[in-house]
Each structure stands twice: as C-alpha cells, then as structure tokens.
C-alpha cells in the first residue's frame, strides 16, 4: 500500500484530503480544527515513509492560488483601512522583531548554531519562505530544515488556540470597523413641509439613504425623480442604514402604515444577478439605470451583506442588485445586466493567469538588503500583494481582474488545503527522527516558548491597547503567522466574514517581509 500510494501522488493526495476533512470535522467541546487537519493528516503519512509526500510544485500552486484570492477579497477595502490600520501592523512588526530576539537569546543558552536558530524562528513563525532563505544563505545546510519541522506543529497549534479564543472575544471598535451596517427600508408619511429635493435629502449625520418610489397622496406610486420635492400626505420609501432611515423619517414625517414595498401594481422589484461582463469592475452609477430605463437599484448584496447601491459602490461579478422599475420594464433590465446564474461560478480564467503570473515573477524577483543580499518575497508574499492591488482597481481596460464571491471563495479554499497537504509531507519524518534525540527535545521546547510568547504578545497587545476582538482579531493572528492552516480554522469556526480576511491581509505582507528579513539575520548574528 505505502509503495503504491507513492507511485501515485494524486491518489495520495486525494486520500489525504478525504482522511483530514473526516478528522477536521470531529468536534471536542464545540471546537474542529477544520481544513488544518489536512497538515497533521500529512504529517502523519510522510512520519509512515518519507516517500509520502506531494511534489513541491503543488505546494507551490496551492499556496499562490491561495493567497492571490486572499488579496483579490480583501483588496477593495485592504488600502482605506491602511489609515485606521497603521497600530496593528506595528504591532505584528514590533511583536515579530520581539520574538527574533527571543529566539537568538535561546539559541545562544541552549548551545544551538545559528542554522538551528533560523530554522526554529521559521518554524516557531511557521514560514516556509523564511526557511527556504535561510537554507540558500547558508548553502544547503540541514540544520535550518530539521528546527523547522520540529518547531512547526506546536507553532500551530499555539496559533490556533489563540485564534480559537479570540474569535470569540467581543470588540471594542467602531461600529465603521465591525462590517457593513444592516441595511433596512421603511414607508414614511411626509407631515412636514419641507422644501428639501429628494436628492438633497439622501444626505444625514448617519450614511446616504435612497429613495426608490414615491406616492402622491393616494394616487398611484411611481420611481422616486431626484428633482421631487416631498410634500405633506405624500409617502416615499427609504432605503439605507437603520440610523440613516430613523433621521430621514424624522425629517419628513413619520412612518407610514402603508408599505409601498408590498405594493408592486405599478413599480415592480427584483433581485438581479449580474453577468453581464462589461460592468465588472464598474460602478453603480456606470450602469446608467435611472436614464435609460428609469430603474433605480437600491440594494447589493455580495456573499451574505446587502451593501447600499450608491453610484460610487464598485461591482463584481455575481453581484445580486435590487432594482426598483416600472414593473413594464423589468425584464429588459434583468436582460441588461445578464440575470444568469453561470456569471456568479465564473473563474475569469484571462484575469487569474495574469494576476498569478505578475503575483509569482514578483515573488521570484531578487530584492538587494544591504548587508543581507538578495532575498525573494516567494510565492506567497508576491501573488498576495499583487493581489491587493488587482482587487483594489478592479479592472484595467477590458481586463477584469475581480473573481465572483462564490468562485473567489471555492478557488481559496482549493488552494488552502492543496498547501497543506504538501506542507505537512516536508515535516513528517524529519520530526519524528528528531523528537527522539535530547538536542531535538530542546529545539521544541524553544520553538513552543517563542510560537507561545509571539501568541500571547499578540492577544494581549490586541484586546488590552487595540480593543480588537472576534473575526478580525482571528484575521490579525493569522495574517501575523503567515499561516492559512490559522486562518483556515478561523473560518471553520465563524461563518465568512469579510474582517477576518481584510486582517489577515492587512498585517500578512509586513509579517511576512519581517520574518524572512529576521530568519536572515539570525543566521549571521546567533
């Protein structure tokens, strides 16, 4: 059997899929590690027979594939938070340095070389690039390769604790840094005369609110014209943020016992899928919908948030957008923006090879440290990058660069458990060679203090100063492990959220210079 599954890599692979989901879905007090028992399931194969274990170009893809979708999700928000979020990357920054200091200080108690050093903060950190670099500055040594299997599995597990217990912590943020506000509508009967025009009222204290339709006394309802001004007896239906809606009812009047959302005799809603490839990437007010049929969309909802459809809210494929029409015209505006299912499982496959291939040659190219030499941001750091920037512009000319949700999120989680499949059959027969020697005793007990303290540093910097909690305080650790298995578990426990994978983005470039930069280092100066 052993020679057979290694005579056969995809079989092997498959087996060790099907094995860790089984065991990823066992529960001990309502905790799973999900898709991160993919990694020790391959441990445990390549600790069978070290010929069990998937060819490194796998790995390679995997990872790439994984961390360019993590930036295309993440980068239409990852820049504008830049601003709000310069204290968590110093935070992972100072944290990391913090722990390389830790590790050199150990290595020189314990007796170890400096290629000992390196491997166990590559390890502890759980950075395969951080290896590869110390291994090539040191020419092929082994030393780094056995401290980095010994160290990577309690780096793991003592990142995956963390984030367990800090995806349950509740936040102190802002309420703008905790997700998009519910979007909500209400019928408000105008008492007040106010000469505002209804575009003038979209404006409050509180977010835009849109007005989709309008009746005039008890006369029949129509589309909202911005030019309208709302008169008493009038009613009018706002759409947007709760607090948003409240100041408008204020406004105008009160809330109506008629709902004109009911009401669709004359003006009709639909919910409608958008395929049409020539407004991905475009924004609401691109589509030109009030000129050309007199629709208004109110609503866009992407995976499960409805955001509000002002003209500057940018779309991607498989977007769901409310529409509010002259129920007459309906369907030519379901034609218009294509109404196909088949829109939201499309891969973009033209925008996906560019964005990898430009993401990987980034990653490839030599990047001069004086003192250091050249050192690569690997296949992980580049494609993420890239990433960010192709998810942030959206398009260039004709090519779309953005994924549908449900293809992005699919194409994620393929290339998740394809890295941990390989990652885990690197580790799995040097660590159990190593384990049984005094020295390799030593090397993880080391490991364990540094993954522990960079854990515990990070918790405490982030609840006590930051007053960061749940899903974007699991992005946090993640992000700073450089590790998907982390961020994989994450999301096993806690239905997607956007803040996860924007904290994870937000702190994993800086986390994963620094480490590369510090592995090189230590294997100068410990």
């Given at each position: 059997m052993r020679t057979f599954l290694a005579e056969h890599s995809v079989l092997l692979l498959f087996v060790i899929l099907a094995i860790g989901t089984v065991v990823g879905q066992i529960r001990v007090r309502g905790i799973s590690i999900g898709p991160a028992a993919v990694l020790f399931t391959a441990l445990g194969f390549s600790a069978w027979h070290k010929d069990l274990a998937l060819p490194e170009v796998l790995g390679t893809f995997g990872l790439a594939l994984f961390a360019y979708c993590v930036g295309l999700v993440a980068g239409p928000s990852f820049f504008s938070s830049l601003r709000s979020g310069a204290k968590p990357v110093f935070m992972v920054f100072g944290t990391l340095v913090g722990v390389g200091v830790l590790a050199g200080v150990l290595g020189r108690v314990l007796g170890f070389d400096a290629g000992t050093v390196a491997g166990l903060y590559a390890g502890?950190?759980?950075?395969?690039?951080?290896?590869?670099?110390?291994?090539?500055?040191?020419?092929?040594?082994?030393?780094?390769?056995?401290?980095?299997?010994?160290?990577?599995?309690?780096?793991?597990?003592?990142?995956?604790?963390?984030?367990?217990?800090?995806?349950?912590?509740?936040?102190?943020?802002?309420?703008?840094?905790?997700?998009?506000?519910?979007i909500v509508n209400a019928?408000?009967?105008?008492?007040?005369?106010?000469?505002?025009?209804?575009?003038?009222?979209?404006?409050?204290?509180?977010?835009?609110?849109?007005?989709?339709?309008?009746?005039?006394?008890?006369?029949?309802?129509?589309?909202?014209?911005?030019?309208?001004?709302?008169?008493?007896?009038?009613?009018?239906?706002?759409?947007?943020?709760?607090?948003?809606?409240?100041?408008?009812?204020?406004q105008l009047g009160r809330r109506s016992g008629l709902r004109l959302d009911e009401e669709r005799h004359d003006v009709d809603f639909r919910r409608i899928v958008l395929s049409e490839r020539r407004f991905f990437g475009r924004t609401v007010g691109d589509l030109d919908l009030w000129s050309t049929f007199e629709a208004r969309p109110t609503r866009v909802r992407r995976a499960d948030h409805d955001f509000l459809a002002t003209d500057g809210f940018v779309l991607q494929a498989g977007d769901r957008i409310r529409v509010a029409a002259p129920r007459e015209r309906m369907n030519e505006v379901a034609s218009y923006l294509g109404d196909s299912e088949h829109g939201s499982a499309d891969i973009n496959p033209l925008g996906l090879a560019l964005?990898?291939?430009?993401?990987?040659?980034?990653?490839?190219?030599?990047?001069?440290?004086?003192?250091?030499?050249?050192?690569?941001?690997?296949?992980?750091?580049?494609?993420?990058?890239?990433?960010?920037?192709?998810?942030?512009?959206?398009?260039?000319?004709?090519?779309v660069w953005t994924l549908p949700h449900q293809a992005s999120e699919v194409l994620t989680q393929l290339g998740l458990l394809l890295f941990l499949a390989y990652a885990g059959g690197r580790a799995g027969s040097a660590f159990l060679a190593a384990v049984q020697t005094p020295l390799g005793l030593k090397i993880i007990a080391a490991g364990a203090v540094v993954s522990a303290v960079h854990a515990a540093a990070l918790l405490v910097i982030s609840r006590g100063f930051l007053g960061v909690g749940g899903p974007r305080l699991a992005g946090f650790i993640s992000g700073s492990q450089t590790q998907p298995a982390i961020l994989a578990f994450a999301n096993s426990t806690s239905r997607f959220d956007e803040r996860m994978a924007l904290g994870y983005a937000l702190v994993y470039p800086v986390a994963m210079v620094t480490k590369i930069v510090i592995t090189q280092i230590l294997t100068i100066v410990a």
């Open positions: 502890a950190n759980t950075n395969t690039p951080a290896l590869a670099a110390a291994i090539e500055r040191l020419e092929g040594a082994p030393e780094p390769t056995v401290a980095y299997s010994m160290t990577y599995v309690l780096g793991v597990a003592f990142l995956l604790a963390a984030a367990a217990w800090g995806i349950r912590q509740p936040s102190r943020e802002s309420d703008d840094e905790t997700g998009p506000e519910p019928t408000i009967k105008v008492t007040h005369d106010n000469p505002l025009t209804v575009s003038e009222l979209t404006w409050t204290p509180h977010g835009r609110v849109l007005f989709s339709r309008h009746q005039v006394g008890d006369g029949e309802i129509d589309m909202s014209h911005g030019d309208t001004v709302l008169r008493p007896g009038d009613r009018v239906l706002a759409v947007g943020p709760a607090l948003a809606v409240e100041h408008a009812i204020k964005g990898l291939a430009i993401g990987l040659a980034l990653g490839a190219l030599p990047i001069l440290i004086p003192g250091l030499g050249a050192m690569t941001l690997g296949s992980a750091a580049g494609p993420l990058v890239v990433g960010l920037v192709l998810g942030r512009l959206q398009r260039t000319g004709r090519v």
